[in-house]
C-alpha cells in the first residue's frame, strides 16, 4: 500500500467511509521536515540572509503510531505559514526545544521528538484513521486542520482553550505536520471542508484566518464594532488579507498599510478606501538602531487623518513589531486598542508610554485562536463571508522556495502547496456556490 492508493480512493467518487477505512496505510510518506543536526548551519547569518531553501527538505519519514482522540489525515493540500519561515531558519529558536519538552510530557507525546521535524499548520484533506475515542469524524470525511493543539486536563483552558498550559501550535511545537502527505493531529482540530472551495484554497485560510479573527473581531482580541478605524500593517499578507476582509464585512472602516501599488490595488479591489503605502510615503520610524522619530509617528498619524476625515484609529492591527510599534501606539486615538499578535522585524518593541497611560489605550496581547473561533473563522469562510486569499502554489518538493518567497516578503495573501493533490482545482464540491463567490476567490490569484 503507497499513498497512490490513498489518492485513488479521494479521486475516486464512488468511495465510501467503509473503503477508506478498509485501506491498509502505508508505512512512510513524503514530508517537508528541518533537521536537528542542522540547526546552526545559518549560525552569524543576519536574518534575512538565511536562506529556507537550504533547511527544508522532502524526505521519506514512517508513519508515526495514532493515539487516542486523534485523527491521520491524507493531506491534499497545505499552506506556508511564517511560522514555518521561522522554523526553516531556526528563529528565534530552534523548534526542536518544543518537540523535546513536549516529549517529556507523556509517554504518547514522546513520538513528536525526533531528530527531524515535519512542519506545517495548515491542512485540507481527508480522513483515513481516527484512534479510540473519537466518534465525530469517520475515515472519508473531507476536512480541515486548525492547529490548536491543547491536552485540557488543567482548568486553566477551560473557558478558553488557548489558556490551556500545554497549548501548542501543531506543525510548529508538535511534530507531525500539515506539509506533508499525511498528518497526525488531534481530532478536535477537524472542521469540514467549505465544499465551494478546491482542496488548496480551502488549505490557504485556516491558520491567518482564525488568528485574525481572535485578533481582531473576538472579545477575546479587539472586539471590533461598526465604524471603528482599524488600521492594518500587511494588509494584503496572509494576516492581513483577512483582517482587511474582516473590517470591511463587519462595517468598520480599514485604514490599510501595504508596500507597493500592486498591493495598494489587491487592497482597493477587496473594497478598502483608505490606503497607505508604505514605501512611497518613505515613513521611516526609526533614525537609527536604536532611536526613534516621533516627527514620522506625526507625518504617518496626519496621512491617516486625511484619510478618515480627521479620525483617529480605534485599533491597530499589529504584527511587525519593532518596526512600527512606537508608531502604532502614537496613532491609536483615546481609549483605544493596540492588538498583537508578533514581531516580524523584532520581538523587543520600544514606544513612548505617556501616549498610552496619558491617552488610555490599551495593548492586547492575541494569539492564534480558541477552539470556537477557529471553528466561526471557518464557518465564515463555508458561509462565502470571507474568502481565501491565495496567490500561489507550489508543489510539495517546492515547499523551501514557497518558505523563502514569503520570508523576502515576495508574495500576496497566501501561497499554497500540493500535497497529495496532483493538480490545482479538485475537490470542489458545490459549484453553485463557488460559481456565486468565484471573483472574490480568484482575487488573489497569479499576481
Ligand atoms: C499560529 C502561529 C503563530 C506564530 O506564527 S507566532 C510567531 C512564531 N513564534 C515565536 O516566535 C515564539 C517562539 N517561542 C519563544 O520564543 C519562546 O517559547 C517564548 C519566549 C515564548 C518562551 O520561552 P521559553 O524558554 O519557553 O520560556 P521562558 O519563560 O523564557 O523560560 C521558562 C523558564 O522560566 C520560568 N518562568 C516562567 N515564568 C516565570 C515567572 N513568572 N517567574 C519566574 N520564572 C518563570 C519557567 O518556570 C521556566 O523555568 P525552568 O527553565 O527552570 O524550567
Ligand atoms: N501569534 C499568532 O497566532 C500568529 C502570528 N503570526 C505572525 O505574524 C507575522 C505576519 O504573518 P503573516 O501575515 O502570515 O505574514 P506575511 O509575510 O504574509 O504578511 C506580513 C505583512 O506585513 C508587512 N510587513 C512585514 N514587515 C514589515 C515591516 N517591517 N513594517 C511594516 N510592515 C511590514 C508586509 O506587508 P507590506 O510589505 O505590504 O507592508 C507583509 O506582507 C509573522 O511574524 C507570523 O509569525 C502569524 C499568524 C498567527
Not at 223 to 239: E, H, T, Y
Amino acid at each position: 500500500m503507497t499513498v497512490k492508493d490513498i489518492l485513488a480512493a479521494i479521486q475516486s467518487p464512488d468511495s465510501t467511509s467503509e473503503d477508506f477505512a478498509a485501506l491498509p496505510l502505508p508505512e512512510s510518506y513524503r514530508a517537508i521536515t528541518v533537521h536537528k543536526d542542522e540547526t546552526e548551519m545559518f549560525a552569524g547569518l543576519q536574518t534575512r540572509d538565511k536562506d529556507p531553501r537550504k533547511s527544508i527538505h522532502l524526505d521519506e519519514v514512517p508513519l508515526p503510531e495514532l493515539g487516542p482522540g486523534e485523527a491521520l489525515v491524507a493531506v491534499m493540500a497545505s499552506s506556508v505559514n511564517y511560522n514555518s519561515v521561522w522554523t526553516s531558519i531556526f528563529e528565534p529558536l530552534s523548534t526542536f526545544g518544543f518537540l523535546e519538552r513536549y516529549g517529556r510530557t507523556s509517554e504518547l507525546a514522546k513520538r513528536h521528538d525526533l531528530p527531524y521535524h515535519i512542519i506545517g499548520s495548515d491542512l485540507a484533506g481527508v480522513v483515513l484513521r481516527t484512534g479510540p475515542g473519537v466518534n465525530a469524524w469517520q475515515p472519508g470525511d473531507e476536512v480541515v486542520a486548525h492547529c490548536l493543539s491543547v491536552e485540557l486536563e488543567s482548568s486553566d483552558g477551560h473557558n478558553d482553550t488557548m489558556l490551556d498550559p500545554e497549548q501548542r501550535i501543531w506543525g510548529f511545537e508538535t511534530n507531525f505536520g500539515g506539509l506533508a502527505e499525511i498528518a497526525l493531529v488531534k481530532s478536535n482540530q477537524l472542521m469540514p471542508k467549505p465544499g465551494h472551495l478546491s482542496w488548496e484554497e480551502a488549505a490557504a485560510p485556516g491558520l491567518v484566518n482564525s488568528t485574525a479573527y481572535r485578533q481582531l473581531v473576538s472579545r477575546n482580541g479587539a472586539g471590533m464594532k461598526q465604524g471603528d478605524n482599524v488600521l492594518i500593517w500587511g494588509a494584503s499578507g496572509g494576516l492581513g488579507s483577512y483582517a482587511t476582509q474582516f473590517a470591511l464585512a463587519g462595517g468598520a472602516n480599514p485604514i490599510c498599510v501595504v508596500s507597493s501599488p500592486q498591493k495598494a490595488d489587491i487592497c482597493r479591489s477587496m473594497g478598502a478606501e483608505a490606503i497607505i503605502d508604505r514605501n512611497a510615503e518613505g515613513y521611516k520610524f526609526w533614525k537609527d538602531e536604536n532611536t526613534q522619530d516621533p516627527k514620522e509617528w506625526k507625518r504617518f498619524g496626519k496621512r491617516i487623518r486625511e484619510l478618515t476625515g480627521g479620525e483617529d484609529i480605534d485599533i491597530v492591527f499589529e504584527h511587525p513589531g519593532r518596526e512600527t510599534f512606537g508608531a502604532s501606539v502614537f496613532v491609536t486615538r483615546k481609549g483605544g486598542t493596540i492588538t498583537t499578535c508578533a514581531s516580524t522585524s523584532g520581538y523587543m518593541h520600544e514606544y513612548d508610554n505617556r501616549y498610552l497611560w496619558m491617552s488610555l489605550k490599551r495593548i492586547i496581547g492575541s494569539h492564534f485562536a480558541n477552539y470556537r473561533e477557529a471553528w466561526e473563522a471557518n464557518r465564515l469562510i463555508a458561509k462565502g463571508k470571507i474568502h481565501p486569499t491565495l496567490s500561489k502554489v507550489y508543489s510539495l518538493a517546492d515547499t523551501g522556495q514557497a518558505a523563502y518567497d514569503v520570508h523576502r516578503n515576495l508574495h500576496q495573501g497566501k501561497v499554497g502547496v500540493l500535497c497529495l493533490a496532483p493538480e490545482e482545482g479538485l475537490g470542489v464540491r458545490d459549484e453553485e456556490m463557488r460559481a456565486k463567490h468565484i471573483d472574490a476567490i480568484n482575487r488573489f490569484r497569479n499576481i
